[in-house]
């Protein structure tokens, strides 16, 4: 089984910066295919960068030029370096983890998630 544990939220003004982490744990993990996804208030899950298998990225529209996501396998660790923060990303941020595929849509097929940590962002 994984498990996930996302940290590195907290609060920042609008300009700030931020670097999620997620420590992934769980047999294969470091050949898992794994993003990041962020949930406002009242509204559904989104993505935001995905790492697959291959070492591929792909990010969201709101997402490129801003964050960049990566890996360390050796601490079996995913990152999400957030530059330049606006309110608009105040979200709860979740990583999540799949033994195939993680991408944008068909998030219930997802295998693994996290808790998620939050990040607000204030102007």
């Known amino acids: 089984r994984v498990r996930l544990t996302e940290s590195g939220g907290g609060s920042v003004h609008t300009g700030g910066s931020l670097r999620l982490s997620c420590a992934a744990s769980g047999d294969n993990v470091t050949t898992y295919s794994m993003g990041w996804f962020r949930q406002e208030a009242g509204r559904e899950v989104a993505g935001d960068a995905v790492l697959d298998n291959t070492g591929s990225t792909t990010y969201a529209d709101f997402a490129e030029g801003r964050f960049a996501i990566s890996k360390d396998n050796v601490k079996n660790t995913l990152y999400l370096q957030m530059n330049s923060l606006k309110p608009e990303d105040t979200a709860m941020y979740f990583c999540?983890?799949?033994?195939?595929?993680?991408?944008?849509?068909?998030?219930?097929?997802?295998?693994?998630w996290g808790q998620g940590t939050q990040v607000t962002v204030s102007s």
């Open positions: 999540a983890a799949d033994e195939i595929v993680v991408d944008f849509s068909n998030l219930e097929t997802i295998g693994y």
